[in-house]
């Protein structure tokens, strides 16, 4: 999008919103600590950044402007909607670009809330060539929309005793579904058509922490096929990312591997399956699972924290009588996964660790079994480090292997083998 310094970090910027234009133009919108900015750019082509929202000081904290959510028209103009907290309350903005001039509108408010957490991400869908803003306002426990009539905003509330944490919002044909954490110990998911708003429970989940905002805040995701299946997504303070699916009850879908820091999860449905990412705060891994066909994947370049996910996966099957002890940490991922060597005596494990800085920290820790007893192991350590590992006499099997760091993506079989050499 952009090479310039946006002096922005992970404590003062707000989240990020994208949509992706039928002439393959990626639009953009994210909050920063003095506004909320807009970007475009495409393959082989050139990218701009401009400011749709001046917020007339900078923040140390992110919080009173929400996270943004993004939309086009059937023109192919963008709208941008956030919320802004300040003094007097509550105002909700949709900001559209025609031409090269942005108009921004405030287009609902609510009043002052003493103790009720910063804005929640507010959303945007076009539904029959209108707007439609979707926002919590916690004045009064509500989630509500605000749909462009004419030359007037409507609001309407599309749900009570919900605050509409978390909020997501997306489209699929002339429906928009939006889920959110109520703030009641629940997440819940809105269908938003021309009929009146209906609403359901997705599942139980503890209520985000108002102490968290900005990027450290819990969000929810939402998709829908074109069958009307619903998959949402949310980040469980104590479970760690939650999936699950339904029409009108839901299941739950289980996600490999996962961990408690499990956060920001991200859905996308097409005609072949439906995409889900998230953040692994713990490894430090942009994760993504796909349910339906996993072909034709485009990532990111380079893509070293990139790991799809397809479910667990088994250790590799080795053999051999020929010793193998040698193993290099590269990328976030082992080689060889497979080591072999002699039964009946003491043997070294030569481990090299290629990756640098805090995500670059590995170890191996052979184990008697998967989510056994350990045997031996290395302390965890940042590359490029190069160390010995030396492991007393086993007896003839197959044994387990790992960094303790990232269990998940780097494991391995140590096959003991009697007469290898």
Same mark, same amino acid.
């Given at each position: 999008?952009?090479?310039?310094?946006?002096?922005?970090?992970? @404590?003062?910027?707000?989240? *990020?919103?994208?949509?992706? /234009?039928?002439?393959?133009?990626?639009?953009?919108?994210?909050?920063?600590?003095?506004?909320?900015? $807009? /970007? +475009?750019?495409?393959?082989?082509? *050139?990218?701009?950044? #401009?400011?749709?929202?001046?917020?007339?000081?900078?923040?140390?904290?992110?919080?009173?402007?929400?996270?943004?959510?993004?939309?086009?028209?059937?023109?192919?103009?963008?709208?941008?909607?956030?919320?802004?907290?300040?003094?007097?309350?509550? %105002?909700?903005?949709?900001?559209?670009?025609?031409?090269?001039?942005?108009? @921004?509108?405030?287009?609902?408010?609510?009043?002052?809330?003493?103790?009720?957490?910063?804005?929640?991400?507010?959303?945007?869908?076009?539904?029959?060539?209108?707007?439609?803003?979707?926002?919590?306002?916690?004045?009064?426990?509500?989630? %509500?929309?605000?749909?462009?009539?004419?030359?007037?905003?409507?609001?309407?509330?599309?749900?009570?005793?919900?605050?509409?944490?978390?909020?997501?919002?997306?489209?699929?044909?002339?429906?928009? $579904?939006?889920?959110?954490?109520? !703030?009641?110990?629940?997440?819940?998911?809105?269908?938003?058509?021309?009929?009146?708003?209906?609403?359901? #429970?997705?599942?139980?989940?503890?209520?985000?922490?108002?102490?968290?905002?900005?990027?450290?805040?819990?969000?929810?995701?939402?998709?829908?096929?074109?069958?009307?299946?619903?998959?949402?997504?949310?980040? @469980?303070?104590?479970?760690?990312?939650?999936?699950?699916?339904?029409? %009108?009850?839901?299941?739950?879908? #289980?996600?490999?591997?996962?961990?408690?820091?499990?956060?920001?999860?991200?859905?996308?449905?097409?005609?072949?399956?439906?995409?889900?990412?998230?953040?692994?705060?713990?490894?430090?891994?942009?994760?993504? !699972?796909?349910?339906?066909?996993?072909?034709?994947?485009?990532?990111?370049?380079?893509?070293?924290?990139?790991?799809?996910?397809?479910?667990?996966?088994?250790?590799?099957?080795?053999?051999?009588?020929?010793?193998?002890?040698?193993?290099?940490?590269?990328?976030?991922?082992?080689?060889?996964?497979?080591?072999?060597?002699?039964?009946?005596?003491?043997?070294?494990?030569?481990?090299?660790?290629?990756?640098?800085? &805090? &995500?670059?920290?590995?170890?191996? @820790?052979?184990?008697?079994?998967? !989510?056994?007893?350990?045997?031996?192991?290395?302390?965890?350590?940042?590359?490029?480090?190069?160390?010995?590992?030396?492991?007393?006499?086993?007896?003839?099997?197959?044994?387990?292997?790992?960094?303790?760091?990232?269990?998940?993506?780097?494991?391995? +079989?140590?096959?003991?083998?009697?007469?290898?050499?």
């Amino acid at each position: 999008m952009t090479t310039d310094n946006l002096q922005l970090t992970a @404590d003062d910027s707000n989240g *990020t919103a994208v949509v992706v /234009g039928s002439d393959g133009t990626v639009h953009a919108a994210w909050t920063m600590r003095d506004g909320v900015d $807009y /970007g +475009t750019t495409k393959a082989g082509g *050139t990218a701009t950044v #401009e400011q749709v929202f001046n917020y007339g000081t900078a923040v140390s904290l992110a919080g009173p402007i929400s996270a943004p959510g993004i939309a086009l028209d059937a023109g192919g103009n963008p709208w941008v909607a956030f919320s802004v907290l300040g003094s007097r309350g509550l %105002e909700v903005h949709a900001a559209t670009l025609k031409g090269s001039k942005w108009t @921004d509108q405030v287009v609902a408010t609510a009043g002052p809330c003493a103790g009720c957490a910063q804005p929640a991400p507010t959303g945007i869908a076009i539904l029959r060539g209108n707007p439609v803003v979707v926002f919590g306002d916690a004045a009064k426990d509500t989630v %509500e929309t605000a749909t462009l009539q004419g030359s007037k905003w409507v609001v309407n509330v599309v749900d009570t005793k919900a605050q509409g944490l978390g909020l997501s919002v997306s489209t699929t044909g002339d429906t928009a $579904y939006a889920s959110y954490y109520t !703030g009641q110990g629940a997440v819940r998911v809105a269908l938003l058509d021309d009929h009146a708003p209906t609403t359901m #429970e997705v599942a139980k989940a503890p209520n985000p922490s108002p102490s968290k905002t900005g990027n450290s805040a819990s969000r929810t995701a939402v998709a829908a096929t074109k069958d009307g299946t619903i998959y949402v997504a949310w980040d @469980d303070q104590t479970k760690g990312l939650q999936f699950a699916s339904g029409t %009108e009850a839901f299941t739950a879908i #289980e996600v490999s591997p996962s961990t408690t820091g499990d956060m920001h999860p991200a859905l996308a449905a097409s005609d072949t399956g439906v995409v889900l990412s998230w953040y692994d705060s713990v490894n430090q891994n942009l994760m993504v !699972g796909i349910q339906g066909d996993v072909q034709n994947i485009l990532v990111a370049n380079p893509q070293s924290s990139i790991v799809p996910s397809f479910g667990g996966t088994g250790a590799a099957t080795c053999t051999g009588k020929k010793a193998v002890l040698d193993i290099v940490a590269q990328n976030t991922q082992f080689s060889p996964t497979c080591l072999v060597a002699p039964a009946g005596s003491s043997f070294t494990i030569n481990f090299d660790n290629k990756d640098t800085g &805090a &995500a670059g920290t590995h170890n191996v @820790d052979v184990y008697d079994k998967k !989510g056994g007893t350990s045997l031996a192991a290395l302390t965890p350590k940042p590359g490029p480090i190069q160390e010995a590992l030396n492991v007393g006499a086993l007896a003839a099997g197959a044994y387990y292997f790992q960094c303790d760091v990232h269990p998940t993506v780097m494991f391995g +079989t140590l096959a003991v083998v009697k007469g290898a050499s």
